[in-house]
């Protein structure tokens, strides 16, 4: 914020500006939110008598607080209470499964984001690799906004007009015939998983076998698909499965990348392979084209059904609409979410109409999967996205990040590889990448870790400039001492 050196009076209870609570809950507290949200962070507040004409427009008692703008630190950090004030009722309020970063964000724009003391940060996670479009794109909140004022849930007893078209897009713009909505991408693992086991029952059933039919699920090391049981399962952290065992069974992994491991695929027992096509938490590690080509021909020898998991890496994250394009490998199932609503809570799972035909009326459901409002916000972002020269650019803007990357940082000692697709990058450490994730925050730059925590992990909005990226990297430049 620009120093002022000037006071401004606020009106608590009665200042249009404010829009907060009523003049009987006035206090210094609420007034210093209010302030902060305002967009008045880093101010002193001080309680002065209301002149007769606030009170003779406020109608009442009111509370008026002055605000002063300095140049120099005041000598109550306003936000920096209310920073602190956040932090600690988070700690208080919530189960502690989330291990933060100590800053408070209220509002963004584009790539940046900002705390309540008014300080800009260059972000390049995009909410992990959700908001695909930055931080209050125009026309997204516009979509938003009108479909809210209109219908946002009715659940999935009736038909609502965006679900509708989002799901004739998404089948017009992949390899499916079919979709089915859900609210995130663990859910939407869930259901593959149940789709794929229902599919192989059905089978069974049709050939007269009183067997179940195959039900096991074979994954990939490093891979990651999700926390809740089904997805948990198939997911190889062990530090993730441990405490919550038993898991789902008939789930094993092999290696990712070794097609030869791939023969526990078996005939009659396998149900489903699950793979990322680029793995993301697991270290930002491409498949080959060979691999995939090969899981694609042993599914088709066994009856294995093929699932991509694309909820990072899909939707233009690596300059294609769908990462597997890449390799000229379709699935028989694929799961979507992360940005498919620019930061709404949405997934998808795409199945082709062999697999739909098994599927009937209450195998699966959810109340809120698939609203009117996530789905016309979906629509929004796909228009983006889809539209001519945005896949392009992400692939030139990520190619010119990667070549960065190594141009700067390839010759440090700690630096073992820069890999990754479009905007979706990481940096290979040879020691935890922790302290450089810490140092870059100091420097306002948002950064994340992958693999083992050895890895640094860039997922910036598609929509990020050349400029930004060469910020981002001069960062990372500055912070590469805090390796050691």
């Known amino acids: 914020m620009a120093a002022h050196n000037q006071a401004s009076n606020l009106t608590f209870g009665c200042v249009a500006a404010l829009q907060v609570v009523k003049a009987r809950d006035a206090s210094a507290r609420r007034v210093k939110m209010a302030a902060v949200e305002s967009g008045l962070a880093g101010v002193q507040l001080t309680k002065v008598r209301p002149g007769a004409d606030v009170l003779k427009r406020a109608k009442r008692k009111s509370v008026v607080f002055q605000a002063v703008f300095t140049e120099s630190e005041p000598e109550v950090n306003v936000a920096n209470d209310i920073s602190q004030e956040i932090i600690g009722a988070e700690s208080q309020y919530f189960v ?39 931080h209050g794109d125009p026309t997204w909140v516009k979509a938003v906004t009108e479909q809210a004022g209109k219908l946002a849930h009715v659940s999935n007893l009736f038909h609502t007009v965006p679900q509708v078209k989002l799901a004739e897009r998404l089948v017009r713009s992949s390899f499916a015939d079919r979709v089915f909505m859900v609210n995130s991408g663990t859910e939407a693992n869930e259901a593959a998983i149940k789709f794929a086991r229902k599919y192989h029952y059905a089978l069974a059933k049709s050939n007269g076998d009183t067997a179940q039919g195959a039900t096991e699920l074979v994954a990939f090391t490093n891979g990651f698909h999700g926390r809740t049981l089904g997805a948990l399962s198939l997911t190889s952290k062990i530090q993730y499965r441990t405490p919550f065992e038993p898991l789902v069974p008939g789930a094993s992994f092999v290696n990712f990348g070794d097609l030869e491991a791939t023969r526990e695929i078996v005939a009659g027992k396998t149900a489903a392979v699950f793979v990322e096509p680029l793995q993301g ?22 009856g294995t059904l093929l699932v991509f998991d694309e909820i990072q890496c899909g939707l233009g994250r690596t300059g294609r609409l769908w990462a597997h394009e890449t390799y000229d490998v379709r699935p028989d199932i694929m799961t979507l979410a992360k940005p498919l609503a620019g930061g709404l809570p949405i997934g998808a799972v795409l199945v082709t109409d062999r697999v739909a035909s098994s599927i009937a009326a ?115 430049v500055k912070c590469m001492p805090s390796l050691k």
């Open 281 to 302: 938490e697991g270290g930002i590690c491409p498949a080959t084209a060979s691999f995939l080509r090969g899981l694609r021909e042993l599914c088709d020898e066994t």
């Open 96 to 134: 502690q499964t989330y291990a933060r970063s100590p800053v408070v964000f209220v509002s963004g724009k584009g790539c940046k984001l900002y705390d309540v003391e008014g300080n800009e940060y260059l972000d390049m996670t995009a909410g992990i690799a959700v908001n695909a479009l930055g």
């Open 362 to 476: 209450g195998d699966h459901g959810s109340t809120f999967a698939g609203g009117p409002l996530v789905c016309h916000a979906a629509l929004a972002v796909l228009d983006r996205i889809q539209a001519p020269g945005f896949l392009e650019s992400v692939a030139e803007k990520g190619a010119y990040l990667k070549s960065q990357l190594n141009e700067r940082l390839g010759k440090n000692s700690h630096v073992k590889e820069v890999r990754g697709e479009g905007l979706l990058v990481g940096i290979q450490l040879d020691v935890p990448a922790s302290p450089l994730v810490a140092s870059a925050l100091k420097e306002k730059l948002l950064i994340l870790t992958a693999g083992k925590g050895d890895v640094v992990r860039l997922a910036p909005p598609l929509i990020i400039s050349k400029q930004e990226i060469d910020q981002a990297v001069d960062i990372l």
